[in-house]
């Protein structure tokens, strides 16, 4: 469907002007910005590195109709049209890929974490940017994902569980409050809540914030910021985000992190190769800013056919004071033996456990997480590490994250299914007439990991009729992922 073929609401219309007015001076095309505004927005996801390539994810887009192009600035990036809806695809809940705006992809990208580092999201629901800071990391080191309302962060419980990241800790606390129990941090992630102006073209009822409303947000910004910086170490690095165009959000807020504390913090040049984006502005309304906010990335709507966005990069001073270390928390090690429901049943070798520490989380679940994983000692984690066996099942029950990271490894108990029984599975019907080379790997009754197209989707349950024989497999798709699941479209079935 072209531009034109959609129909643009006159108010909308009208927002989008009024919006860009106010931006004439510092935009080089204001007629070409409102024209964006008024067009769908891609849709975008990003390939899980752990899984597939952005090549493979290519081609299993392709393959079930589903038109896909390589992102230009980024590996793992895939623009789809606008309609698409990636998030009801067979490939989404085997966690091939992540649907995410483009640009806000663009922080971590900046961010750059390494492997076995400790890394703060100080603003984390939903969650997409601290799955690319795990995925970053090769699922290794702490990345601490903060948000202010419990509430928010189901969605990034269920991305932890979807891939497999067992280096992420949750926790919900006022970021402003954060304090020296959490730790030093290599790299802090602040992507603040703002005024959203940047998110025009994918909210159904757009609105214009006021001069108060913005004064207001910069106030939290400006603390977030503060925070975030006493909680970097020395030598660490800070980017701040907002998918807002207002200079009172963005380059003032940078301006004033710069005056509050010279000499402690300094801005590294922001440039994205593949993208266009102009330099943070120097002056708005009568104020000057420091110079080195020019230094900054600011995304316009126009330029990339994406929403609107700012970045920050800032690197801490190697001689500024640090907050004191403290003594990690560490939840007791519990016995690899409580792993063996994935070793026995499914012959993973234990070798592909390497890496990983089992530890007790309350009573239900024992998770994995990295032996260099640093927990905080405050707060206190929402979730810590990767759920992986369910304790009080008999017999103990592996979990459906588990299966799917290392159902790969799987050697015995494996089915592959065909596409009408990967649409049961996923909507948790049970799947029935499983043919003898499906089950030629099974060993006997009881769970069983699934694939699809070579890919792992998760767990089932082979019971056979006593009285027939017959073989069939319950599905154990998880309810709160199938809830949000209307499942595979191929292109034999449109």
């Given at each position: 469907?072209?531009?034109?073929?959609?129909?643009?609401?006159?108010?909308?219309?009208?927002?989008?002007?009024?919006?860009?007015?106010?931006?004439?001076?510092?935009?080089?095309?204001?007629?070409?910005?409102?024209?964006?505004l008024l067009r769908p927005l891609p849709t975008t996801v990003w390939a899980n590195p752990r899984r597939l390539s952005r090549d493979d994810l290519l081609e299993v887009l392709r393959a079930d109709?589903?038109?896909?192009?390589?992102?230009?600035?980024?590996?793992?990036?895939?623009?789809?049209?606008?309609?698409?809806?990636?998030?009801?695809?067979?490939?989404?809940?085997?966690?091939?890929?992540?649907?995410?705006?483009?640009?806000?992809?663009?922080?971590?990208?900046?961010?750059?974490?390494?492997?076995?580092?400790?890394?703060?999201?100080?603003?984390?629901?939903?969650?997409?940017?601290?799955?690319?800071?795990?995925?970053?990391?090769?699922?290794?080191?702490?990345?601490?994902?903060?948000?202010?309302?419990?509430?928010?962060?189901?969605?990034?419980?269920?991305?932890?569980?979807?891939?497999?990241?067992?280096?992420?800790?949750?926790?919900?606390?006022?970021?402003?409050?954060?304090?020296?129990?959490?730790?030093?941090?290599?790299?802090?992630?602040?992507?603040?809540?703002?005024?959203?102006?940047?998110?025009?073209?994918?909210?159904?009822?757009?609105?214009?914030?006021?001069?108060?409303?913005?004064?207001?947000?910069?106030?939290?910004?400006?603390?977030?910021?503060?925070?975030?910086?006493?909680?970097?170490?020395?030598?660490?690095?800070?980017?701040?985000?907002?998918?807002?165009?207002?200079?009172?959000?963005?380059?003032?807020?940078?301006?004033?992190?710069?005056?509050?504390?010279?000499?402690?913090l300094r801005v590294v040049p922001a440039h994205v190769p593949g993208l266009q984006a102009t330099a943070g502005i120097t002056q708005w309304e009568g104020r000057r800013y420091d110079p080195a906010?020019?230094?900054?990335?600011?995304?316009?709507?126009?330029?990339?056919?994406?929403?609107?966005?700012?970045?920050?990069?800032?690197?801490?001073?190697?001689?500024?004071?640090?907050?004191?270390?403290?003594?990690?928390?560490?939840?007791?090690?519990?016995?690899?033996?409580?792993?063996?429901?994935?070793?026995?049943?499914?012959?993973?070798?234990?070798?592909?456990?390497?890496?990983?520490?089992?530890?007790?989380?309350?009573?239900?679940?024992?998770?994995?997480?990295?032996?260099?994983?640093?927990?905080?000692?405050?707060?206190?984690?929402?979730?810590?590490?990767?759920?992986?066996?369910?304790?009080?099942?008999?017999?103990?029950?592996?979990?459906?994250?588990?299966?799917?990271?290392?159902?790969?490894?799987?050697?015995?108990?494996?089915?592959?299914?065909?596409?009408?029984?990967?649409?049961?599975?996923?909507?948790?019907?049970?799947?029935q007439a499983l043919s003898t080379e499906q089950l030629a790997a099974c060993t006997s009754a009881g769970y069983v990991v699934l694939r699809y197209r070579g890919y792992t989707l998760g767990l089932?349950?082979?019971?056979?009729?006593?009285?027939?024989?017959?073989?069939?497999?319950?599905?154990?798709?998880?309810?709160?992922?199938?809830?949000?699941?209307?499942?595979?479209?191929?292109?034999?079935?449109?």
């Open positions: 469907m072209t531009a034109a073929e959609h129909p643009v609401p006159p108010d909308r219309e009208t927002l989008a002007r009024r919006l860009c007015a106010r931006y004439d001076a510092i935009i080089d095309d204001p007629d070409a910005l409102v024209r964006s109709g589903i038109a896909a192009t390589p992102m230009a600035w980024s590996n793992h990036g895939v623009r789809l049209d606008p309609e698409a809806r990636p998030g009801r695809h067979w490939g989404f809940m085997a966690g091939l890929f992540q649907v995410q705006e483009e640009v806000s992809m663009l922080p971590v990208a900046l961010l750059d974490p390494q492997p076995g580092e400790r890394v703060l999201d100080l603003c984390a629901a939903p969650g997409n940017k601290t799955a690319q800071i795990a995925m970053a990391m090769a699922n290794r080191g702490t990345v601490m994902a903060n948000d202010l309302r419990k509430g928010r962060l189901a969605a990034l419980r269920q991305t932890v569980k979807r891939f497999g990241l067992m280096n992420v800790v949750i926790t919900a606390q006022d970021g402003q409050s954060i304090g020296a129990r959490a730790g030093a941090f290599d790299r802090v992630l602040v992507d603040a809540p703002c005024s959203c102006e940047g998110t025009f073209r994918k909210v159904r009822l757009p609105t214009i914030s006021t001069a108060a409303f913005r004064s207001r947000l910069a106030a939290v910004q400006v603390r977030l910021l503060e925070r975030a910086m006493r909680l970097t170490r020395p030598g660490g690095r800070l980017v701040y985000s907002t998918c807002t165009l207002a200079p009172e959000e963005n380059e003032a807020v940078i301006d004033t992190l710069l005056d509050r504390y010279p000499g402690e906010v020019a230094d900054t990335l600011r995304v316009w709507p126009h330029h990339n056919d994406t929403g609107g966005f700012f970045v920050a990069v800032l690197e801490r001073s190697a001689d500024a004071n640090s907050i004191a270390e403290p003594h990690w928390f560490t939840p007791p090690e519990e016995p690899r033996s409580w792993l063996e429901p994935l070793t026995e049943r499914f012959g993973i070798p234990w070798a592909a456990f390497d890496g990983a520490v089992p530890v007790k989380r309350g009573n239900k679940h024992l998770h994995l997480a990295p032996v260099d994983h640093r927990y905080p000692e405050a707060p206190a984690p929402e979730m810590l590490g990767l759920p992986a066996v369910r304790r009080r099942s008999l017999p103990v029950k592996p979990t459906t994250a588990a299966a799917m990271l290392y159902g790969p490894d799987a050697t015995r108990n494996v089915i592959t299914l065909d596409t009408a029984q990967t649409r049961r599975y996923l909507e948790r019907h049970p799947i089932g349950q082979l019971i056979f009729d006593r009285e027939t024989g017959v073989a069939h497999v319950e599905s154990l798709m998880p309810k709160a992922w199938s809830r949000d699941t209307a499942m595979l479209v191929t292109p034999e079935e449109g």
